[in-house]
């Protein structure tokens, strides 16, 4: 059973450009949520999907910042307009259900690095 | 609202050495808790998980941890370490709450070093 996928590993963008972050959760998973890791910090919440659906996206910057989870494919984690701030590993998770807490374990993707030049 | 608290942010010791990592945590509702382990550029591995169960709770590569209520507490720890246990370690709430999922809060993670 593959386990949690990203891709790219590494990305660079320069100032101004968009980032596409791709992850494509585990066979059986229907809940994906995204985390950034800034330098030297924990990991912090950013959204929570359900196929075709945000459930909860209160941990997303106001702006720039947008996410999806379609019907078919991977869940996709926009930025928009980089900025050098946005430099981070991004990191996605899944989990068969939303948060029974027999099933709430949360598998990580080995996460994107984004660097902004 | 729950918060993670871990108490060093580096430890320290030689191989052969039981290793603790300290974690106390906070929640508004009765929590999930877990202890995930992330080597350099690598994603997060889970390495144990307390839901209510029994308190000791035991996980991957001889680590465990105990779930301490009282003291709001969840320290991991490992009677001998081992060279390869050299990463960063966090501690992970999640609130069991009626809203039907849950997210993660972090503590902010505690290095490892293990010297032969």
């Known amino acids: 059973n593959a386990g949690v996928m990203q891709n790219p590993r590494h990305l660079v963008r320069r100032r101004g450009q968009e980032a596409r972050l791709r992850c494509s959760p585990m066979?059986?998973?229907?809940?994906v949520y995204w985390y950034r890791q800034l330098p030297e910090e924990g990991l912090k919440f950013m959204v929570y999907?359900?196929?075709?659906?945000?459930?909860?996206e209160s941990g997303m910057p106001k702006e720039r910042f947008s996410a999806e989870f379609p019907k078919e494919g991977p869940s996709i984690l926009r930025i928009q307009q980089v900025v050098r701030g946005d430099s981070a590993a991004y990191f996605c998770?899944?989990?068969?259900?939303?948060?029974?807490?027999?099933?709430?374990?949360?598998?990580f993707g080995p996460g994107t690095r984004l660097t902004v030049l | 609202a729950q918060s993670v608290t871990q108490l060093d942010s580096h430890v320290s010791v030689s191989e052969g050495t039981p290793v603790l990592l300290r974690c106390n945590y906070s929640?508004?509702?009765?929590?999930?808790l877990f202890w995930y382990v992330q080597h350099p550029n690598k994603g997060l591995q889970l390495l144990l998980k307390?839901?209510?169960?029994?308190?000791l709770v035991k996980g991957i590569n001889g680590f465990e941890a105990e779930f301490k209520k009282s003291e709001t507490s969840f320290h991991l720890t490992k009677p001998s370490a081992h060279m390869s246990d050299a990463a960063e370690y966090f501690c992970?709430?999640?609130?069991?709450?009626?809203?039907?999922?849950?997210?993660?809060?972090f503590g902010k993670g505690t290095m490892l070093l293990v010297s032969p």
């Open positions: 998770a899944s989990s068969p259900s939303g948060g029974h807490y027999d099933t709430d374990t949360q598998y």
């Open positions: 066979k059986g998973h229907s809940h």
């Open positions: 999907l359900q196929k075709e659906n945000i459930i909860d």
């Open positions: 929640s508004s509702y009765s929590p999930s």
């Open positions: 307390y839901t209510s169960a029994a308190t």
């Open positions: 992970v709430v999640s609130p069991r709450a009626n809203s039907g999922y849950s997210t993660l809060t």
